[in-house]
Nanobody
């Protein structure tokens, strides 16, 4: 079982940047995808980006491609989401999640997450 802890959220002015972190523990991540999601009040949870831990290949949702960058530090078992050019529509709770390469189901503590608030 992988435990995930997000951090790095906060209050930022529109146009600014934040970097989120997701520390993973409990097992090796080889063969797993890790990803970032967000959920704004009254909206569905939205997939943002993923990274395949073994080789670092990334994938982005159209809504964040070019503004957000997902990365990992294998030595620290930590994933990051660098968010640039933030706008108020990016305000949401951000979650990290994990998925076995052989599964379609993302797992996360959907009750945790880190709040990002962008003000204009």
């Amino acid at each position: 079982q992988v435990q995930l802890v997000e951090s790095g959220g906060g209050l930022v002015q529109a146009g600014g940047s934040l970097r989120l972190s997701c520390a993973a523990s409990g097992r090796t991540l080889s063969g797993y995808f890790m990803g970032w999601f967000r959920q704004a009040p009254g909206k569905e949870r939205e997939f943002l980006a993923s990274i395949f831990w073994s080789n670092g290949i990334t994938y982005y949702a159209d809504s964040v491609r070019g503004r957000f960058t997902i990365s990992r530090d294998s030595a620290k078992n930590t994933m990051y989401l660098q968010m640039n050019s933030l706008n108020p529509e990016d305000t949401a709770v951000y979650y990290c999640a994990v998925r076995n390469a052989g599964s379609t189901a993302w797992r996360a503590d959907w009750g945790q997450g880190t709040q990002v608030t962008v003000y204009s």
